[in-house]
C-alpha cells in the first residue's frame, strides 16, 4: 500500500419511498425520487492508492480478491477519466454488513468508494457532486454521500445533461427520534440482482408505471410528515411504498419475488405490534430480510417481538447515521 491511499467510510442507507428502475441505465438516471435514512450500523471501510506501477487495478473486499470486481474497476475508469489520471489503483474494502443480501450493502460501498477515490485522485467535489459520482456507481450510494434523512432527485433530463439534475441532498425533519429495526431473515446472496430485477421489471410488469405515479405523491407527502415529525404517517408512507415496489415485481414475467416466507411472518408480526397499539411500520428492499421503523424509546420492545419470529435469524436497531467521511489522518 502506497502513502498516497485514502480510506472513506459510508453506512448503507434505508429508502423509505424507494427507487426502482432507470429511466437511462448509462448515467444511472431513476425513474422516481427516492427518500432514505443513512443507518448507523454495517460501514463499509475503503481504502484507495494509485499504483503508477501496477498493470491492472487490484480489489480486495473483505480479505479477498473480488471476483466480481468488473463494477468497481469501471466506476475508477469514470474518476480516472474525470481525473485525467491514468494510473490503476488498489482497492481495499472491508464490509461490516451482510454483501448483496438486500441490506444496501451496493450503497455503503460506491459511497465509500466514490469518497476516497475521488479524493485519492486529487479530485475536489463538494456533497452535491460527489452523490452525483456515486450514483454512477449504485444508485442508492447517492443517498449515503449524506447523514439523517436525503433525497434524491430523479431530475428530468436524459443521457450527461440528466447528470446535473440528479442528486441527493438531506431533507429537514422536526422532532422525529426514529429508529429502525432490521431483522435478518436471509444473509446468503440474493437469486436475481436488483439491477437486472428493476431492468425486468420496467420491461414486463404492468404494474409498474402505476407504482412510479403513486411514489411521486409518497414523496411529497413524506417530505411533509418528516418535517411535521409525524412518525406514523412516515410509517405509513413508507409501508405502502415498499409493498407497491414488490407487487411491480410480483407482476414481472418471469415474476421476481424477494419476500419469502420469513418476510411474512416479519410482516404478521409488525402487523401485531400495532394491533397491540405500537406503531410500527415495515419496509422491505431488493431480498426477503425486513426493516421496521419505529419510535427510538419503542426499539428495544419492535426488537424483541421480531426476535421472537422462528425464521428470524438476528436483529439489529439502528438510529439515524453519518454521511460518508473521509478517515482523519489517512486523507491527502
Ligand atoms: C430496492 O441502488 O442497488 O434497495 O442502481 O442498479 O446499483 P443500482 O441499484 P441499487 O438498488 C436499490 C434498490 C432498493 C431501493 C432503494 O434503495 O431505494
Not at 460527489?130 to 449504485?138: H, P
Not at 431530475?155 to 429502525?180: H, I, K, N
Amino acid at each position: 500500500m502506497t502513502a498516497a491511499g485514502v480510506t472513506a467510510v459510508a453506512y448503507p442507507n434505508i429508502a423509505l419511498v424507494k427507487y426502482w428502475g432507470k429511466r437511462d441505465e448509462q448515467w444511472g438516471l431513476p425513474v422516481t425520487g427516492s427518500l432514505s435514512m443513512t443507518l448507523d450500523c454495517f460501514p463499509t471501510t475503503t481504502r484507495v492508492a494509485p499504483a503508477p506501477g501496477a498493470r491492472a487495478d487490484r480489489v480486495i473486499i473483505n480479505g479477498q480478491t473480488a471476483e466480481g470486481a468488473a463494477r468497481v474497476r469501471r466506476f475508477l475508469d469514470l474518476v480516472r477519466t474525470l481525473a485525467d489520471r491514468p494510473e490503476p489503483a488498489m482497492v481495499e474494502s472491508v464490509n461490516a454488513g451482510p454483501t448483496a443480501a438486500g441490506l444496501a450493502s451496493s450503497a455503503a460501498g460506491f459511497a465509500a468508494l466514490a469518497a476516497a477515490a475521488a479524493s485519492a485522485y486529487g479530485l475536489r467535489l463538494d456533497g452535491r457532486a460527489l452523490s452525483r459520482l456515486a450514483r454512477r456507481g449504485s444508485g442508492s450510494a447517492c443517498r449515503s454521500v449524506f447523514g439523517g434523512f436525503v433525497q434524491w432527485h430523479a431530475g428530468t433530463a436524459d443521457g450527461p445533461a440528466g447528470d446535473a439534475g440528479s442528486y441527493a441532498e438531506p431533507v429537514p425533519v422536526g422532532a422525529v427520534e426514529p429508529a429502525l429495526v432490521v431483522a435478518m431473515t436471509d444473509t446468503g446472496s440474493k437469486a436475481v440482482p436488483s439491477r437486472e430485477a428493476m431492468r425486468r421489471t420496467l420491461a414486463t410488469s404492468p404494474l409498474y408505471r402505476a407504482w412510479a405515479e403513486s411514489s411521486q405523491d409518497d414523496l411529497c407527502r413524506l417530505r411533509s410528515a418528516l418535517r411535521q415529525g409525524d412518525l406514523g404517517t412516515v410509517g405509513e408512507i413508507a409501508e405502502h411504498n415498499a409493498l407497491g415496489m414488490h407487487a411491480t415485481m410480483l407482476a414481472a414475467r418471469p415474476a421476481i419475488r424477494y419476500l419469502s416466507g420469513a418476510s411474512l411472518a416479519v410482516l404478521d408480526q409488525v402487523a401485531s405490534l400495532r394491533a397491540g397499539g405500537v406503531l410500527a411500520y415495515a419496509t422491505i428492499d431488493a431480498g426477503p430480510n425486513v426493516v421496521v421503523l419505529c419510535a427510538r424509546d419503542d426499539a428495544p420492545r419492535v426488537a424483541a417481538a421480531l426476535g421472537e419470529v422462528d425464521q428470524v435469524r438476528s436483529v439489529h436497531v439502528a438510529g439515524p447515521g453519518p454521511g460518508v467521511a473521509i478517515r482523519q489522518g489517512e486523507g491527502r
